[in-house]
């Protein structure tokens, strides 16, 4: 399966917005989704989910952490998914990568079971 490609990110001052982008070429045939997850550089083996935005609807969720704050959407014409971060906190510094998966949303619980990985992008909150 080809890989998700993303692009997006950079050092972006607290309280600010940045945009990462996912360009994904190819889904599995169980794969519904597109999923965003974060590796935070004080957990290196944790990867914390952000959201998701399934394909053929285009319904997307958000994780609390970054609700009322992170909007993810798609534009199925360049089959691009982004998610874009607003008012921007120390705690959103982390890698940030987009899987291509199987997803489900039961009782506001999202499961993911991920097919490919993005190379990850890196986000840095500054002061």
């Known amino acids: 399966q080809v890989q998700p490609v993303q692009s997006g990110g950079g050092s972006v001052p607290a309280g600010g917005s940045v945009r990462i982008s996912c360009v994904v070429s190819?889904?599995?045939?169980?794969?519904?989704?597109v999923a965003w997850f974060r590796q935070i550089p004080d957990k290196p083996h944790e990867h914390e989910g952000v959201?998701?935005?399934?394909?053929?609807?285009?319904?997307?969720y958000t994780a609390d952490s970054v609700q009322g704050r992170a909007v993810i959407s798609q534009d199925t014409a360049t089959k691009t998914v982004y998610l874009q971060i607003n008012g921007l906190k120390f705690e959103d510094t982390a890698m940030y990568y987009c899987v291509v998966a199987a997803c489900t949303v039961v009782g506001g619980q999202a499961s993911e079971i991920a097919s490919s990985w993005g190379q990850g992008t890196r986000i840095t909150v500054s002061s």
């Open positions: 959201g998701g935005i399934f394909r053929d609807s285009g319904e997307a």
């Open positions: 190819e889904y599995g045939p169980s794969d519904n989704c």
